[in-house]
């Protein structure tokens, strides 16, 4: 083959990192990238960062309004698990009214999972979930400013 300078062909399949489920797909992106609101309490954004410290990761779930701009429910844990958003969520709504609340955040496990989005059924919240492989998407929604 080297000598008449043919090589063999190669097929390779592309590797699957994740598999979409169907919480994904119940809730579809609202937001589109505008995130602005005139009124209170209609639009929340959320999300989930880490702190590193001496004793290992400290991970932070917030709700933050869009509106206002002010966390309005955030909980801390050692885990990363669906309990770390559903807290964070229980505390915006025990401060908020969740009247026509529309919830943006990304496709995160926590998020598309069945238990919170039967909680956010059952308080009458609208999931939005962003655009996928959207990077600019997930930075809107960090603050500039945020007032605890």
């Known amino acids: 083959m080297r000598k008449d300078e043919i090589q063999g062909v190669f097929r390779r399949c592309k590797p699957v990192s994740t598999l979409s489920d169907s919480a994904g797909k119940m809730a579809g992106d609202l937001v ?11 639009l929340w954004v959320a999300d989930i960062t880490y702190i590193p410290t001496l004793a290992g990761m400290l991970y932070f779930g917030i709700v933050l309004d869009v509106s206002s701009r002010r966390a309005t429910g955030w909980a801390m844990a050692t885990h990363m698990k669906t309990e770390l958003v559903l807290s964070a969520l229980e505390m915006a709504m025990a401060q908020r009214s969740v009247d026509d609340v529309i919830h943006h955040t ?7 999972s069945l238990t919170f989005g039967l909680r956010c059924k059952e308080a009458g919240i609208q999931l939005s979930l962003r655009s996928v492989a959207d990077c600019y998407d997930n930075v809107s929604t960090r603050p500039t400013t945020c007032w605890l």
């Open 106 to 112: 990304d496709h995160g496990s926590r998020y598309t």
């Open 32 to 42: 589109n990238r505008n995130f602005s609101s005139a009124a209170l309490h209609k």
